[in-house]
């Protein structure tokens, strides 16, 4: 639990700048962690500058999970309620429930006419959370 509180604030705090200058740190599966700029994403794979100065194109699945909520999280817009949404249900398939919850309420703090939706999908998550 310390970890996903730590990993969100991380998260928010490199929310708050600009997503492709943005300082992050990530993990790959195999346990290395890189830190450097995202300069491209597409969803599926991205451009990062090391710390150090040189380039790297990954995909995805070579990055752990919370790194790809990194990702994820930078590339959707903090106003948009559906894509703040999709996000959530992405976490919870991930069992991110902590980063879940987070986007449940930016969704509905973003578009209010979510609110059935959003209370529908977050007990589907709590009952999810709850069997495992």
């Known amino acids: 639990m310390r970890l996903a509180t730590t990993l969100s604030a991380f998260v928010v705090l490199v929310a708050l700048s600009d ?30 500058q090391l710390t150090g100065g040189a380039t790297v194109k990954m995909k995805y699945d070579l990055l752990t999970p919370a790194s790809v909520y990194t990702l994820k999280d930078l590339r959707t817009p903090k106003d948009d309620g559906k894509a703040q949404l999709e996000l959530a249900e992405w976490c919870v398939t991930e069992r991110l429930y902590e980063q879940a919850r987070l986007h449940f309420r930016a969704a509905l703090n973003a578009d209010a006419s979510l609110s059935a939706e959003i209370t529908e999908r977050v007990a589907a998550a709590r009952k999810t959370a709850s069997e495992e």
């Open 19 to 48: 997503p492709l200058t943005a300082q992050v740190q990530l993990e790959t599966a195999s346990g290395k962690k890189i830190q450097g700029e995202v300069l491209s994403d597409d969803g599926s794979e991205f451009e990062f």
